[in-house]
């Protein structure tokens, strides 16, 4: 089955998500921006949709645009799924989590050097 329909869309509607999406893209909102006008336009399948879309054509945009990054993140997601087989789930969730924190904790840094 077509992907849209999987989320209950028809055609037209898959396509007015994708053009928002394509958008988006296009100006390059930065997360935010571009969370707040999916939430303002969509909900239910709609926004499940847009979210699904955007993650797969900003993930193709960065392969085809900057490969070197894109290696990166195939390597860092083969580095989860080795954890994940390895490990189990619950260390895959605990590193994440851990990671996350790390990132938002020297976010939050460099912000503050900045004030």
């Known amino acids: 089955m077509i992907l849209y329909k999987k989320f209950g869309l028809n055609a037209r509607e898959a396509a007015e998500v994708t053009a928002d999406v394509v958008e988006i893209i296009s100006k390059r909102l930065e997360d935010d921006r571009a969370v707040e006008y999916l939430k303002g336009r969509y909900s239910g399948s709609k926004l499940h949709f847009a979210i699904l879309m ?47 924190l ?14």
């Open 54 to 100: 955007i993650g797969r054509l900003t993930g193709m945009s960065l392969a085809l645009q900057d490969f070197e990054k894109a290696r990166m993140i195939v390597a860092d997601f083969s580095r989860l799924i080795k954890i994940l087989e390895e490990r189990g789930r619950d260390e895959l969730i605990r590193t994440l989590e851990r990671e996350i």
């Open 102 to 115: 790390e990132e938002t904790y020297a976010e939050e840094e460099f912000k503050r050097g900045y004030v």
